[in-house]
């Protein structure tokens, strides 16, 4: 008959640090090392085994709600809110991420960036943060065959204070342009970076390059027609192939310790109208931001697409 060992049974939750930030997670931190492969072929003798052609880390969690300039700056970089296409998402010096168990086990990244920024809620009836993901890759000038290039393991003491005064959930109200906007639910904000991998033969992806940011806006106001849904999409008076920048930024405010979200040049995209009997009259509403495009060359003037700041 089989039989285990309890001691051996290796589980429970911990916290990660990244560049000497430590964030908890709401629920579980999730390391998956990608080992991405390749298999030769023998025409008498079918497939070999798999061989290595690149390896990345994804390290996904959902960020317990503690708002902090540091956590602000980690979660959603400088340079995904006024991005530089063609930009590097690594930093020219390695920075390492920790995930730290309660059990004292520890697996450490050797260079990691965020590539994925968390959306958000906006709300007092809950957190603010969704799902956030770093990326790890091969140290700078490493050697992929070496050992400790990628990652090292350990076992320390857990220690982790944190106090639920901390989690901040406040309401939050919408001004687009001069329009004040109240909500059923709150709002809902997407934030993407888009990115491309940056691969060399023979060591594999080493940075990932910056290709675009994109930032939307969903909410379901209480305080809008049909006619002026209609009116903000602006089915009619303009010649297809129009733009349909405004200059109206919808900026998303939180009471004091929450966030202030602006999306530049929002425009709306979709806002259907609902009839029921229970049902406000505007349904879900789409805005979209885009950043400034002014001048060519070095006297070009690139505005951001996003910014987020703590309420004051």
């Not at 589980?11 to 030769?40: H, K, M, V």
């Not at 990326?135 to 490493?142: E, H, Q, R, V």
Request: net charge negative.
């Amino acid at each position: 008959m089989p039989t285990i060992q309890r001691s051996t049974l290796h589980r429970g939750p911990g916290n990660l640090t990244y560049d000497s930030l430590t964030l908890f997670s709401q629920e579980d931190i999730t390391a998956a090392i990608e080992i991405e492969t390749w298999r030769p072929k023998i025409s008498t003798h079918g497939e070999g085994a798999p061989r290595i052609a690149d390896a990345r880390g994804q390290i996904t969690f959902t960020p317990a709600g503690r708002i902090t300039p540091e956590i602000i700056a980690a979660l959603f970089p400088a340079g995904f809110r006024n991005p530089t296409i063609g930009a590097r998402v690594f930093p020219a010096a390695d920075k390492p991420l920790s995930i730290h168990g309660v059990d004292g086990a520890k697996l450490d990244f050797v260079s990691a960036a965020l590539t994925k920024m968390p959306s958000l809620a906006l709300s007092p009836k809950g957190t603010a943060f969704g799902e956030a993901a770093f990326t790890a890759l091969i140290g700078d000038n490493k050697e992929r065959s070496a050992a400790g290039s990628f990652y090292t393991t350990a076992s320390a003491a857990w220690s982790g204070a944190f106090s639920d005064a901390a989690i901040i959930a406040v309401p939050y109200s919408g001004v687009w342009g001069d329009t004040a906007i109240h909500t059923e639910e709150g709002w809902k904000i997407d934030l993407e970076a888009q990115i491309e991998p940056i691969v060399v033969d023979g060591i594999g992806t080493v940075d990932y390059e910056l290709t675009g940011v994109t930032a939307r806006a969903t909410c379901r106001p209480v305080d809008m027609t049909a006619a002026s849904l209609a009116a903000a999409l602006r089915p009619e008076g303009l010649n297809l192939g129009a733009s349909l920048r405004q200059n109206k930024n919808l900026v998303i405010t939180g009471l004091a310790g929450g966030l202030v979200v602006t999306l530049y040049d929002a425009v709306m995209t979709a806002a259907p109208a609902v009839w029921g009997a229970t049902a406000s009259r505007a349904g879900e509403v789409t805005f979209e931001a885009s950043r400034k495009l002014d001048g060519s060359g070095t006297s070009g003037t690139l505005g951001a697409v996003f910014e987020i700041a703590i309420a004051s």
